[in-house]
């Protein structure tokens, strides 16, 4: 239902910002898209009155006039799908920013209309299907090299099937060309393509959700062990300013055990995000050795550019993730950070005269958030593959007010969260991850694999951990008052022990070489000798070792250096650690007078 795209559907009478509203001859549809002024910028239609219609506008508004011409596009807000994602840099209605800057130069113009998949590049199309086959929707009609790191699986689009008439041989073709046709039990012919469309606000279907059973492992010790996150599943995590929520979005972005990582940099300073798209080219991916860039795909939407553009990025981020995990992929969505995505909401719905909700949000701030983390999850496509996407997403609360709304509602709807404390990142403890309030209701579901794959003791120590770090807390409270000195052994013994284990495991360097990232068998050998030193020190105490002088024992350096002195590949070495420490240990208590 195309309609001609040169039409004048309307003329605008107001102009407010980013929000504009014209009179329209013909009618429109709510969340369609419209060309906006002789310019022709972006819009969509997200209120109408009889015949009045309000939308928002993607670019810089300023120059519009009333009288100015409205063009509606026939389609809702949507994205092209295809060979050429990875690696591109998009904003928030993917306009190819890449592409457009090698165009135009750094200063993006208005108006200024690339498809977002390059239509000249020629993709070589290896067919995988037969004609005269059955096809539904998510079933491949063949591959193509994306990226040496990814192999593309073009896909009939959801809602089509029938039988496959035809599927043009292996060769060269482009974004634009038919790559078969298929035969409805109606009579409907349809045409695939090596590009699909779909619309952003729809989530794209799937036959079935999966149990959340399997880690996402982020290569960050006190996120895997102590508040993990499942393939397929949500975390929020909430910081203020300079608390680390960004380098750990890089981190993730490198380590993330993700097929594919959609990016997306919403409302954050320009500059940072421009340092990462400079930066990202000359990424090695650790998996591969090649660049990262290769299976990563960048959306941006920085602070000062189009607020509607910003509301909408997340939405065109997670479609690309969902297209991706339709072809059996597990993809990771980083957002940074949902905090801005919320004021965007909040100033369209300013400009649009709602009554404002809680703090000026509207009231359908929570309605969107839960729409949003409600397309993460770990399914069996369409197609019968199993896919995942995973969804992170930065958070930062104003002056670190975890009660605010957006917080308080990506609580909700997330299984995870990962509060960044600011005492920790002032007293440079990275990751600032805060164990007192920090959680994960996932981890229960995680320990059939920690138990298979990794050993079968980690839910049990994982536990006794947590346990010791928060009694430490207590006792540290307690400390606070009456000093610690009065505290008896076994209690001074815990806070000593939790310091260790911050020192030795929590505390994590993004630039550290061999630290970066910890495997699960690296991560789950250093959990068991800080706690076999706990357990030795206990013993120690009983036989007269007095604290100070159990941390006075070389190997309690050791143990704090450990996790950076020795890497993935040098598990034998923390073997070792582990044998000097039973016998330094074990040779204290013997040297004591009442240890006979
Ligand atoms: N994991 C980490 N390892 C080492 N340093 C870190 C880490 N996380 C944060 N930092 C330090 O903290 C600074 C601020 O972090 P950033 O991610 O920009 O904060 P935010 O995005 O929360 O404002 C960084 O420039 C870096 O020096
Ligand atoms: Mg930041």
Known sequence: MTRDATEPAGRLIEVSGAVVRARCGVPVALAEVVWVGDERLIGEVIALDGDIATMQ???????????APIAASGGPLSVTLGPGLLGSVFDGVQRPLD????????????????EPLATDRLWEFRPTAAAGST???????????????????????????????????QGSYSASDVLGHVQAASGDRV??????????????????????TTPLLTGQRVLDTFFPLACGSAAGMPGGFGTGKTVMQHQLCRWAQADVIVFVGCGERGNELTEMLWKLPDLVDPRSGRPLAERTILIANTSNMPVPAREASIYTGVTIAEYYRDMGYHVLLLADSTSRWAEALREISGRLGEIPAEEGYPSYLSSRLAAFYERAGRVVTLGGREGSVSIISA????????????????????GCFWTLDKKLAEARVFPAVSVEDSYSTVSIDLERWWH???????????????KLLEHAGQLRNTARLVGEETLPDRQRLVIRVAELFEEGFLRQSAYDVKDASCSPARQMRLLSLLLEFYHRGLDALDRGVPVRELFGLPIVAALARASSAFGDDQIAELDRLGTVL???????????????
Do not use: K, N
Not at 142 to 159: D, F, I, R
Not at 395 to 408: F, H, M, Q
Not at 452 to 466: F, I, K, T, Y
């Open 582 to 596: 039973v016998e330094q240990c074990g040779a204290a208590a013997r040297s004591e007078p009442d240890a006979a």
């Open 452 to 466: 298979d794959e990794v050993s079968p003791e980690w839910a049990a120590r994982r536990r006794e951990a947590l």
């Open 191 to 212: 045409d695939v393509r090596l590009v699909q469309r779909w619309r952003v606000r729809a989530p794209r279907p799937f036959r079935h959700h999966l149990p959340a």
């Open 395 to 414: 958070i930062s609360p104003a002056g670190g007010d975890l009660t605010e709304p957006v917080t308080r509602h990506t609580q909700r709807f997330t």
């Open 99 to 114: 592409r457009l800057a090698l165009s135009q130069g750094d200063f993006l113009g208005r108006g200024q209309h690339l």
């Open 57 to 67: 506008v993607y670019e810089e508004t300023e120059g519009l006039c009333v009288g």
């Open 135 to 169: 096809v539904v929707g998510g079933d491949a009609l063949g591959t193509v090299s994306e990226t040496p790191a990814l192999e593309h699986h073009v896909l009939v689009p959801p809602m089509v099937g029938g039988t496959l008439v035809d599927v043009v041989p």
